[in-house]
């Protein structure tokens, strides 16, 4: 990840410069998380965004084709600067590497919770008031996936912390517990 993230953050430092000098920090941040779960989620796209039989050129008009009336102008340059560069197939990471800067400029603190079931608002806030409390921070980003394997209950993930609060972690622990008394 060393060389992509080598990459990435000159794009992500420029786009956060430009748009931070533009007032439009909040609403590229929003913008770059929906272009990412589009980006995820259609590897249609990825792969012709990856394709070297496509121009820059055609690349362009197809993003600018797909975006534009979405996204902020800073953002759609990005996509074509990216694009001329031929660099548009690392955008997800230099999508990732911008919003962790975004975070660390604003003091949010990103949890990633993974839980059996969904959440639903009440547990959502009261796990937003721990993680506050944990990460020492007012400002909590979540990202909620849920995971029927984890049986009950819920992990989560603060950075390098790891909170496992789930029912299979704790089968896993009772095991290995046991294993070192026989």
Same mark, same amino acid.
């Given at each position: 990840?060393p060389?992509l993230?080598?990459?990435a953050t000159?794009? &992500?430092?420029?786009?956060?410069q ?9 609403q590229? #941040?929003?913008q770059a ?8 989620s259609?590897?249609e796209?990825?792969? #012709?965004m ?7 050129? &055609?690349?362009k008009a197809?993003l600018v084709?797909l975006?534009? *009336?979405?996204l ?10 990216l694009? *001329? ?7 997800d990471?230099?999508l990732?590497?911008?919003l ?5 400029n604003r003091?949010? #603190?990103l949890?990633?919770?993974t839980s #059996? ?6 547990q959502?806030?009261i796990l937003v008031?721990k =993680?506050r409390s =944990?990460?020492g921070?007012e ?5 909620v996936?849920v995971?029927?394997?984890? =049986?009950?209950g819920?992990?989560?993930n603060?950075?390098?912390q790891v909170?496992d609060a789930?029912l299979?972690g704790?089968v ?5 517990a046991?294993a070192?008394s026989g």
């Amino acid at each position: 990840m060393p060389l992509l993230n080598s990459i990435a953050t000159p794009y &992500a430092e420029a786009l956060l410069q430009v748009i931070e000098a533009r007032g439009e920090t909040e609403q590229t #941040a929003e913008q770059a998380k929906a272009v990412l779960k589009i980006w995820e989620s259609s590897p249609e796209l990825r792969s #012709a965004m990856s394709s070297p039989v496509l121009e820059p050129e &055609a690349k362009k008009a197809a993003l600018v084709k797909l975006f534009s *009336d979405q996204l902020s102008q800073a953002f759609i340059n990005l996509l074509k600067l990216l694009a *001329d560069r031929k660099r548009i197939s690392v955008l997800d990471a230099v999508l990732l590497r911008f919003l962790e800067l975004y975070r660390e400029n604003r003091n949010i #603190a990103l949890a990633k919770v993974t839980s #059996a079931v969904p959440l639903n608002k009440e547990q959502e806030d009261i796990l937003v008031q721990k =993680i506050r409390s =944990i990460a020492g921070t007012e400002r909590v980003e979540l990202e909620v996936l849920v995971d029927p394997l984890i =049986i009950g209950g819920f992990i989560i993930n603060i950075g390098s912390q790891v909170i496992d609060a789930s029912l299979a972690g704790q089968v896993r622990r009772l095991g290995l517990a046991l294993a070192k008394s026989g």
